[in-house]
């Protein structure tokens, strides 16, 4: 299968992980539309999504387009833009969210009961409800056409596992005080594996992706502040590409093939061939 000719959509796309899935959609032939919050801001970071944003804008098969996902008119706007460029939407790969870093010091002990309401509400109000915002107009292109894929990135330290006797395990990395980021992607794991019943009829798949630790934006400060934590050395990180594989299988999904389904990335690639951990260390 081939994602040749195929209009994707990555919300996040400057950095990281989001600028691998843009990198490995077009490098397949597909046109990709990349929305990230601005792609003209300043830090060591940001120069980067500059200097990519000016080489997808000489892309004939690339729109970089600045975009809010918690802004409906900007959303609006974006899929405007999107149809008015390709003329459809195959594929969206949900990836943008807001990072536990954004709203707490990474070697800062904060614990669930010294949080505020509003740290709960701010991140809800991007990771899930802002993907929520993006799907909701997205998908109608998919709809209208009956054929599609949505992809949304989560994560899976907010997932349960069956340990036995009707007993579920959560709470997997207890030590890295990622709350509330960990509820909000729990939450928007939950949502995506019932939109993929909801939306199967319509020939439209959906699926969750859960990345492993990856180099990207703020890693380095969020590793030091988690063995501040935990007092153990941090398990080893992979890089951004990692997850491209498997975005590339699930882009051509349908929902006779896969839909409603929980992939953690880097099982899956080394169970179909793309190697494991050895492979995609980044250290």
Same mark, same amino acid.
């Not at 009956?146 to 997997?172: C, E, K, L, M, Y």
């Not at 020939?203 to 007092?231: D, F």
């Given at each position: *299968? ?14 990281? *992980? ?18 990230? *919050? ?5 830090? +060591? ?37 999107? /149809? ?43 990771? /899930? ?39 579920? =395990? ?58 501040? +934590? ?19 299988? +699930? ?16 099982? =899956? ?7 494991? *951990?050895?492979? =995609?260390?980044?250290?």
């Amino acid at each position: *299968m081939s994602v040749a000719g195929k209009v994707v959509v990555v919300t996040g796309g400057a950095r990281g *992980m989001g600028r691998a899935y843009v990198d490995g959609f077009l490098g397949k032939g597909a046109k990709v539309v990349a929305l990230d *919050m601005s792609w003209k801001t300043t830090g +060591l970071s940001a120069d980067r999504a500059d200097e990519f944003g000016s080489y997808l804008q000489g892309h004939d098969d690339a729109l970089t387009l600045t975009c809010d996902i918690t802004d409906s008119e900007q959303i609006q706007e974006a899929l405007a833009e999107t /149809l008015k460029r390709f003329g459809a939407v195959d594929v969206l790969v949900n990836n943008a969210n807001l990072l536990p870093s954004s709203q707490f010091p990474p070697t800062g002990d904060i614990k669930i009961l010294d949080t505020a309401d509003s740290d709960w509400e701010e991140a809800f109000r991007v990771s /899930l409800f802002g993907t929520l915002k993006v799907t909701r107009a997205f998908i109608k292109p998919m709809l209208d056409q009956r054929s599609g894929s949505i992809i949304a990135v989560s994560s899976g330290g907010g997932n349960t596992a069956p340990v036995g006797d009707g007993i579920s =395990w959560t709470a997997r990395r207890p030590y890295s005080r990622e709350m509330p980021y960990q509820s909000a992607k729990a939450a928007v794991t939950a949502l995506f594996c019932y939109l993929a019943d909801e939306v199967k009829d319509q020939n439209v798949a959906v699926n969750v992706i859960n990345p492993t630790g990856a180099v990207t934006t703020g890693w380095e400060e969020k590793v030091r502040g988690r063995q501040v +934590l935990s007092g153990e050395r941090p398990r080893p990180a992979a890089r951004p590409e990692h997850v491209v594989p498997l975005a590339l299988y +699930l882009a051509e999904q349908n929902p006779s093939t896969a839909t409603g389904r929980v992939f953690d990335t880097i099982p =899956w690639n080394e169970a179909n061939g793309f190697g494991g *951990m050895d492979v =995609w260390a980044a250290n």
